[in-house]
T-cell receptor, first 115, second 112 residues
Framework: GAVVSQHPSWVICKSGTSVKIECRSLDFQATTMFWYRQFPKQSLMLMATSNEGSKATYEQGVEKDKFLINHASLTLSTLTVTSAHPEDSSFYIC???????????FGPGTRLTVT | QKEVEQDPGPLSVPEGAIVSLNCTYSNSAFQYFMWYRQYSRKGPELLMYTYSSGNKEDGRFTAQVDKSSKYISLFIRDSQPSDSATYLCAMSAELGTDKLIFGTGTRLQVFP
């Protein structure tokens, strides 16, 4: 299957700082990537759709200015959590659909802990 | 009503048992159905992808779709302790870059 990577896998930061998470499609080009957040023992909640060359589309209730998304190239999307707070601590996962198919492949996730 | 409902579990079964995982949905526009397996603190891994009603088999896994009843299932035969994970159903309406709608996940534990 297609490979999607994320970096870092785990990050701890202090309250008020910003954290950048990278999502890369390693063996295919992705014009679209999706960012999810998952709290313990809960399902994935879609945060936003990242589009190469255009603005991201955010789901209702997700703050655009807090979760900045940049789809820099056909293989890279970044999510920046700005002015992070403890309630932002969560598991962030990205996914990318394979062109011409409806299958989406997920990255391994990034665990963010804000102290 | 949620768009996708999934039996929450947790489900605990002995090794070798047949496991049945199920989801129902309300949006008749959904055409594409997927099952993902997620181990603790890992990203979801795609197990099965189906489009039409009927059965699709892959090794010990069988995915079943009944569009008339808006019901999908995943069967695991000869379950193994390594199958212990959370299983998420997901579905979408359009081919390509449409977002997925996930069920809440069913936690499965297979004990030796």
């Amino acid at each position: 299957g297609a490979v999607v990577s994320q970096h870092p896998s785990w990050v701890i930061c202090k309250s008020g700082t910003s954290v950048k998470i990278e999502c890369r499609s390693l063996d295919f080009q992705a014009t679209t990537m999706f960012w999810y957040r998952q709290f313990p023992k809960q399902s994935l909640m879609l945060m936003a759709t990242s589009n190469e060359g255009s603005k991201a589309t955010y789901e209702q209730g997700v703050e655009k200015d807090k979760f900045l998304i940049n789809h820099a190239s056909l293989t890279l999307s970044t999510l920046t959590v700005t002015s992070a707070h403890p309630e932002d601590s969560s598991f962030y996962i990205c996914s990318a659909p394979v062109p011409g198919r409806n299958e989406q492949y997920f990255g391994p996730g990034t665990r963010l802990t804000v102290t | 009503q949620k768009e996708v409902e999934q039996d929450p579990g947790p489900l605990s079964v002995p090794e070798g048992a047949i496991v049945s995982l199920n989801c129902t949905y309300s949006n008749s526009a959904f055409q594409y159905f997927m099952w993902y397996r997620q181990y603790s603190r890992k990203g979801p891994e795609l197990l099965m992808y189906t489009y039409s009603s009927g059965n699709k088999e892959d090794g010990r896994f069988t995915a079943q779709v009944d569009k008339s009843s808006k019901y999908i299932s995943l069967f695991i035969r000869d379950s193994q302790p390594s199958d212990s994970a959370t299983y998420l159903c997901a579905m979408s309406a359009e081919l390509g870059t449409d977002k997925l709608i996930f069920g809440t996940g069913t936690r499965l534990q297979v004990f030796p």
